[in-house]
């Protein structure tokens, strides 16, 4: 692995150029929104006297603010819009680049849906997907690819006053990872976070017994490894071909270090992470400075924890017919 | 007055008559739950010592191939390599009971390992593409067996658990259930490899 020094040198060279003509623009964006939003406040102030002064209108204050605060909303998209865009394939292109020089990154691309569903991490149906951030590419000799996803699912309901109200829950926030796994095999086996284990011991194991949804419950020898998950699969025997004892462990440590949750699946000799990260990786901030080498060397981070996984998870050992 | 179905009775005896029938009908779901599950626990415990079986035959099937390409480069190991050929024919002849096939299985470790260790004095076998794409076989299936092994461990745990845990063990004990060996690694596997003396042999 590079060090810091190569790091700040390649900032240098490839960053530093293109960065000061973005913090001016974000600037000149931070400025025109101030405008902006000052007018915009001002005229729902005056748009909320108005109402007051009309004896029919419900609550004229409320009404005000949600209409300023959509018009804001629509500014913000409308003057990032592009500069979002420019500030990607400007800052985090060459830093993917810097982590290795085989990977591509599309800033508008993700991880296609039926991918996604292959996995069969969630069951849930998905009523809108989107992505973006996508890398692809080969780590010696173990191809891999991961985005940024948002999965979400709606429900309608209907108040007493007929007034129809939907709400989007999320199925899935987070980084998803595809890397092809150095072991065949012909089933599936998923790794969930086990809730009903931690809690109910030896009664949420048998309860995870019949959970219908899915394949047959894998009891595995590892006390720490089962309390953080729990195991379903197609075949017995395969499951634990797959996850040896030493993947078991570095499963485990893998999910100390990040500290979130982690859903592993394994499917058509392929190996799928989703990561949930609580938080929009990638993206350039507003209102503080870009010219900060904390906020770059956070975004070298971001790329070496997906593109770490390889060396996590052991992926590029081929001792088995697998090549 | 309510006609009851049981003629001859005073309604509260029929009532009564009611709630021993529940009982009773609880009393044999649960006996039916008991022994289905019982009964299914024996069978995963032998299935997952078919799938050791099905694994184990396919590491002898690799046998045959390894002796041929090994052969012509190892003149001095014809020894080791006659051994192995009669051990597979010996665990290939007949069905083996479960204790023969594990004692079987650790002497076929030991013999292959012992090919293994003799091939390193021979780069121009261990550089031999034949030879590499067998070695890879040969690890993939020691791997398999070793994943085959641990679901066996896992189902025979299972059982086990089933046939002294109250209240199973009751019927366990009934139906002459008694707890079963984990596939062990023989002591002489478990001893950490010394190092020094496999270069002193």
Redesign the interface.
Known sequence: MQSDADFRAHLQAAVLPVLEPLEARRKGIVRKLTAGSLAIGGASLGLGGWLAGRAEAGAPLLVALVVGALLIAGLVALLTHGFVQDFKNAVIAPIVAFVDPTLQYAPRGCIPQWEFQRSGLFKQGIDRYRGEDLVTGTLDKTAIRFSELHAEYKTTSTDSKGRRRTQWHTIFRGLFFIADFNKHFSGQTVVLPDAAQRFLGRLGQALQNMNMARDQLVKLEDPEFEKEFVVYGTDQVEARYILSTSLMRRILEFKRKMRVSIHVAFVDSSIFLAIGTGRNLFEPRLFRTLLDEKLLSEFLNDVRMATGIVEDLNLNTRVWTKE | MPVSPIVGLRQEDVGMTWVLVAVGAVVLVVVFGVYNSLVGKKNAVEY?FA?IDA?LKKRFDLIPNLVATVKQYMQHERGTLESITALRAKAMSGRLSSDEATAMDGQFSRALRGIMVAVEAYPELKASENFQ?LQ??L??VE??L???R??F???VT?FNNAVEMFPTNLMAGLMGYRRRQLFEIPETERQTPNVGNLFNA
């Open positions: 997952a799938s694994i794409q890879r076989t690890n993939e791997e398999q070793s994943a085959a641990r679901a461990n896992a189902a299972d």
